[in-house]
């Protein structure tokens, strides 16, 4: 990391894919959809376009390169269903759970932005409460009403509303005498989406992608995190020294 980048003052993170193994609870009700039609797999470079994406963004995107016989609200309909009984079977990812209580430790301010909806976000956390709790009141969903309709990943609002509720809640207490800058802030993503957003908002990046998903994009992988950041194929690899922390 560039000794010209600013000091990481706070820490931001994505969920699906990224804190917990939601992602191939998504991929595996799709293809169980696209099987009861007769057509194969969701192949990976459409996977790393929905990827972090808002649900019926995500409908919409899918079904443009499915051509299955649904309208968006109708397949988000479908799928929400199937999902909602495998939400209860998500486990944190590979080094996550430790890398949050590090930061929490370390008294690094943290925060979530997802775009699940609330009611997924609840469905999902709901047996890893231990784990979410340590974001507090600092939690963004995809249908936060501080996020403005239509702005979602790959857009730069979620991440700066999470960033400003850490914000609100230090100066208001006194703990920090200066906003946290979105360049003093380090984001956690696993979706192209997300990290495109952050790069928008000015933050730092970290991108834990999906090895398939990375093989698929290698040819442009350097240009999607350009540099705002590394790649790492998991958290556990994270090396908290080279950011301050």
């Not at 990943?153 to 920090?176: H, T």
Request: charged fraction near 25%; hydrophobic fraction near 35%; include cysteine.
């Amino acid at each position: 990391m560039s000794t010209e980048r600013p000091r990481i003052r706070a820490c931001l993170f994505d969920m699906d894919g990224l804190l917990i193994n939601s992602e191939e609870i998504y991929t595996e009700v799709t293809n169980s959809i696209l099987a009861d039609h007769g057509k194969p797999s969701l192949p990976w470079h459409i996977k790393a376009d929905l990827q972090g994406l808002p649900g019926p963004a995500a409908s919409a995107r899918f079904l443009e390169w499915s051509q299955l016989p649904y309208t968006p609200d109708e397949l988000f309909a479908l799928t929400s269903a199937k999902q909602k009984t495998k939400w209860k079977s998500t486990v944190p990812m590979p080094g996550a759970t430790k890398l949050l209580n590090t930061l929490v430790e370390k008294k690094v301010p943290i925060a979530l932005a997802t775009s699940s909806h609330h009611a997924n976000y609840l469905l999902k956390t709901a047996h890893l409460q231990e784990m979410f709790d340590l974001f507090g009141q600092h939690r963004v969903t995809g249908d936060d009403e501080r996020v403005p309709k239509g702005r979602g990943k790959p857009k730069p609002d979620i991440w700066l509303v999470a960033l400003k509720s850490l914000n609100d809640e230090l100066l208001k207490s006194g703990d920090i005498d200066t906003p946290i800058k979105p360049e003093e802030t380090l984001v956690f993503e696993d979706g192209i989406p997300g990290v495109e957003g952050a790069k928008a908002a000015g933050c730092q990046v970290i991108w834990v992608p999906d090895p398939r998903i990375l093989d698929v994009v290698k040819h442009k992988k350097d240009t999607i995190i350009g540099s705002s950041g590394e790649i790492l194929t998991s958290l556990e690899e994270l090396d908290l020294s080279k950011y301050g922390l």
